[in-house]
């Protein structure tokens, strides 16, 4: 006897045959407040931007995608657990089932006909799920649009501190100025003074013409302390200028436009945008580490010219 099958849809194959309510780990009762929960912190570890070369990490996120679509549309999710008691109803069924069906033909048949009655009403629910979330592709899901939009500024925030971070630890350099008819600073000395704010990694004073220097702090949270608080000696106070400011406006004039756009829409731009992404922090650190050594460079020739 052949069993009843339901008319296959489009928006179903991803869904069909899954336990959505196990996917997203919450329970039949949850609300839609809870399902979104649950909805974005599952998707946030198989994203495709975070696992541009897995597969099923990307086939995960989809099948999320849409049990979030299922789950927050009422007439869909009742659609759904209709089909969800049907498919239970068969297991347990099927697990009552034992040697005796074989020694009882008169059960067994009866079995066989209610089975057949279920398999039909089975079909009657999956036809309603089916046209259910094909409403759902026709009408756009504003449930899944927000929910992504979220999904999307919680990643550009974990990027944006992931690129402060990466900024802080490649230091900071500050231009400090005095007058040079007054005390003079040597280097010893202004290691001193700027120390106390952090890790001084190069002092280079200007010997031909006087009355300038560059410090460097391996932080630039260090540099930033420096550049805010300090003032020198009393008897010639110190100009304190950072010079973060002008590497990032050379960065601003030279990177690319796009670069920091981020697109977590999908999977489909996802490879460039971190691609992207991460070329222009290999630039930005490259563009630092040279200008720090044409600083240091040209004012240690005018230290050996004027020796």
């Known amino acids: 006897m ?27 009762a949850a609300d839609a407040k809870t399902i979104k929960k649950a909805y974005r912190k599952k998707a946030l570890t198989c994203h495709p931007d975070k696992n541009p070369d897995d597969k099923k990490a990307v086939d995960l996120f989809h099948q999320l995608s849409d049990a979030l679509e299922v789950l927050t ?43 057949e009655d279920e398999l039909f009403s089975k079909v009657d629910e999956e036809a309603k799920l089916a046209q259910e979330i094909d409403r759902l592709r026709k009408e756009g899901s504003r449930q899944l649009a927000e929910e992504q939009e979220l999904l999307r500024r919680q990643m550009t925030e974990e990027l944006g501190a992931r690129a402060g971070a990466r900024a802080d630890r490649a230091g900071g350099r500050v231009k400090v100025r005095w007058d040079r008819k007054l005390q003079p600073y040597d280097r010893a000395g202004l290691e001193t003074i700027f120390s106390k704010y952090g890790d001084v990694t190069a002092v280079v004073v200007n010997a031909k013409k006087g009355g300038s220097a560059l410090v460097e702090f391996a932080s630039l949270r260090e540099a930033k302390m420096a550049a805010a608080i300090e003032q020198g000696l009393p008897a010639n106070k110190l100009t304190v200028k950072p ?17 920091d756009v981020i697109d977590l829409t999908g999977p489909q731009g996802s490879n460039g945008c971190l691609s992207n992404d991460f070329e222009s922090m290999v630039m930005r650190r490259l563009r630092q580490e040279e200008e720090r050594k044409r600083l240091i460079a040209e004012m240690e020739k005018e230290d050996r010219e004027g020796s």
């Open 73 to 115: 549309d009422e007439a869909t999710r009742a659609a759904y657990d209709n089909v969800l008691k049907a498919r239970k109803a068969q297991v347990l069924r099927v697990r009552a089932m034992d040697s005796k069906r074989q020694k009882l033909k008169d059960r067994l048949e009866k079995g066989e006909r209610r089975h």
């Open 243 to 259: 010079l973060w400011e002008e590497e990032v406006q050379e960065e601003a004039k030279t990177s690319r436009p796009g670069t």
């Open 2 to 28: 052949a069993e009843a099958t339901a008319p296959k849809s489009k928006g179903m194959e991803r869904v069909k045959g899954l336990d959505l309510y196990q996917l997203l780990e919450v329970e039949v």
